[in-house]
Structures are given as C-alpha cells and as structure tokens.
C-alpha cells in the first residue's frame, strides 16, 4: 500500500488532548489547517461516535470540528458487521467499553470503521500489558485484529509534516 492510498481513523482523544494541551490553536494553528487539508483530500475521518463525543461539549473544538473538512463516517451495514466480527473474534474486546461510567462508546466503532475502510487507527491510548486488567485499549484489540494503529505522532512523521514557527 502506498503512502498515498492510506487512510487514518482518529479516535476523540487525539483531536481532544491536542487541542486542550500541544497543539492549542492560539500558538499552533497550522496543525489544524493541516488536519483539514488531510480532511479534505480524504486522507484522515472520524467515526459519527467520535464527531458525537467532541460536539456534545459546546466549546472551541467541538466549534471547529463542524466546520472542518474531516470527513464524518457513518454507521453502515458493512460497519456493523465488522463491530460484531470484532467482538466474535475475542470475548475480552467487549471490555472496551466502560459501561458503568458509559466511557469508551466509540472506541469499537473506531475499530470497526478502520477494518471496515482498510485504514491505520490514530489513538493516545497505549496497550495495556497487565494480565489482571479489567478493560483492554484499542491499541490490544487493533493487534488481535491485525490492523495497524499508531499515535499522532507517529502520524506527523508517516506523512512528513513539518510546522512552521513564527515570533509575533
């Protein structure tokens, strides 16, 4: 697969911490231009549980992801199917989802939207290696799945982006 046909599904917590801590758009906008251009030329999408996560909040980036061009994907038929292979596949990938606290939500349909499309997911999360864990991450699901997940970082560097600073 060449770079170029890549696709990449983001998880909440990548557009999330970003803008709460390093990539604040007040002193790193680029990297929100950047997010929409990836956006525009199809290259980055969010699952619809993601986009509800982030716009259920009334503030900055929840604004800005609705008038972004990171493509939202629906839930479809295909969609559902892979969900439901996912969990078929291991009984623990059910842990993914905290149901006491209602946390979590999207992170099955992240999985399943990137088996659906053929695309790497992009996550905070970090596998959990602890043999006594009452929940299991995306990262450990991803690997039992045989699809490729890597961090916003690892992100930056496969698509060789580079930011520009300026003092004002």
């Not at 758009?25 to 290259?43: H, I, M, Q, S």
């Not at 800005?64 to 479809?76: A, D, G, H, R």
């Not at 199917?81 to 989802?97: E, G, R």
């Amino acid at each position: 697969m060449s770079n170029e046909t890549v696709k990449y599904c983001l998880d909440a917590n990548v557009l999330i911490q970003a803008w709460q801590k390093y990539y604040n758009p007040t002193f790193c906008p680029d990297y929100w231009k950047v997010l929409n251009e990836l956006g525009n030329k199809g290259r980055i999408f969010i699952p619809e549980m993601v986009f509800e996560e982030i716009t259920r909040t009334d503030d900055g980036l929840s604004r800005w992801l609705k008038s972004s061009y990171i493509p939202v994907e629906k839930i479809t038929e295909s969609v559902t199917k892979c969900l439901l292979d996912i969990y078929s596949a291991n009984p623990n990938h059910k842990t993914l989802v905290d149901n006491t606290r209602a946390r979590s939500l999207a992170d099955p349909w992240i999985i399943a939207h990137a088996l659906n499309e053929n695309a790497i997911v992009v996550t905070k999360e970090e596998k959990v290696t602890a043999a006594n864990a009452k929940r299991i991450k995306i990262p450990n699901v991803c690997d039992n799945m045989g699809i490729k997940w890597i961090n916003d970082f690892q992100l930056i560097t496969e698509l060789d982006v580079q930011f520009s600073c300026t003092l004002n």
